[in-house]
């Protein structure tokens, strides 16, 4: 027991050290969490850059390339900001969706290549058959129908199948697939216009 008039006990002082060095600990952690993740954001950085360099993700993942542009675009703001928290999951965001772009691109590329020759080989069988569907129409009386126009839309198409598979030998897969998309929907709206016209035709005999 303190006898009256004596020194406090040696605890006191010690006790008094505590906050300064709490306080001094907390702003050294401060310190430390208001650092950029370079790392992460230069890693972020690289990976979109080399997704977007690969001509491949440009066409057969456009839109996975989109997003992580734009999560690579929010990092940036947040950064300006100095939400490095945020920053840091954003960067990950971004670096994991060029990744995936990329892995997207691969399958993307495959599948368009199966469907570009299936629409390919489809549509030179097609072409045959609108002749022949063209040339019953001559036969019928009073169809209205433009038949030059018919048949320059036809050399059109059959030049743009040629084109079509000179693209898919070049590996232009989706250039491929767009023409002779492009055929389809020409033959059947020729095909249409043709069926409509002889129709007609038939109902005024």
Same mark, same amino acid.
Request: proline content about 4%; aromatic content about 4%.
């Given at each position: 027991?303190?006898?009256?008039? &004596? ?47 690969? &001509?491949?993700?440009? %066409?057969?993942? &456009? ?16 950064? %300006?900001?100095?939400?490095?928290? !945020? ?21 993307? !590329? ?49 030049? &743009?199948? %040629? ?43």
């Amino acid at each position: 027991m303190p006898i009256a008039g &004596s020194d406090p006990p040696e605890e006191v002082p010690r006790m008094k050290l505590v906050k300064p060095v709490f306080a001094a600990l907390l702003i050294l952690g401060l310190f430390a969490c208001a650092k950029p993740p370079q790392a992460e954001i230069d890693a972020a950085k690289a990976a979109v850059a080399k997704a977007a360099a690969n &001509s491949d993700v440009v %066409t057969y993942a &456009s839109e996975a390339l989109a997003r992580a542009q734009d999560a690579l675009s929010r990092m940036q703001t947040e950064l %300006t900001a100095k939400h490095y928290d !945020k920053v840091k999951t954003l960067a990950l965001e971004a670096s994991a969706a060029a990744e995936k772009a990329i892995t997207e691109a691969l399958a993307n !590329k495959e599948k368009v290549k199966a469907d570009a020759a299936a629409l390919i080989a489809a549509m030179k069988k097609a072409l045959p058959e609108a002749e022949k569907t063209i040339a019953a129409a001559k036969r019928i009386p009073r169809t209205g129908l433009d038949f030059a126009a018919l048949a320059r839309s036809l050399a059109g198409a059959k030049t &743009s199948i %040629t084109q079509a598979d000179a693209d898919y030998a070049n590996g232009n897969f989706m250039a491929a697939w767009n023409k002779a998309s492009a055929v389809q929907t020409a033959l059947a709206d020729g095909e249409k216009t043709v069926a409509d016209a002889v129709q007609a035709a038939t109902k005024r005999k």
